[in-house]
């Protein structure tokens, strides 16, 4: 029996490294969105809240959002987070603005501390999985 092949739609956030690595901000395949590790970065390179991982934190979940938004849901949607940080005694300040998002919904996270992020100015990443319907 042939499987059926599930749709898969992508949106790019417009950062370079998509092309050069090769990824892209979201991809959805049947009612499964997920969120690339996503970054404080903006469009013109630098990073936004530098040196505050509270401010890092809130621009992520922005930028997760509106990937979401382009692929048909929302953070009401999102059943996982997965949070990378530099400095694990930072967590209530990442925590903070997780809540501020997600008190409601409350997907399951992990938070854990990395050695270094692509930059040293960033601090924090955070992946994202939604399932709608």
Sequence with gaps: MAMKKLNRTKVSSGAKWENIVGYSRGVKVGN?????????????????????????????INIAEKALKELGASLSDVVRTRI?????????EIGRAHGEFFKDIKPVSTMVEVNKLINQDILVEIEFTAICS
């Design 32 to 60: 499964t969105i997920e969120i690339a590790g996503t970054t404080a970065m903006n469009q013109n390179n630098e990073v936004e809240g530098k040196g505050d991982v509270y401010k890092q934190s809130k621009f992520i």
């Design 84 to 92: 990378f940080t530099t400095d694990i005694s930072q967590w209530e």
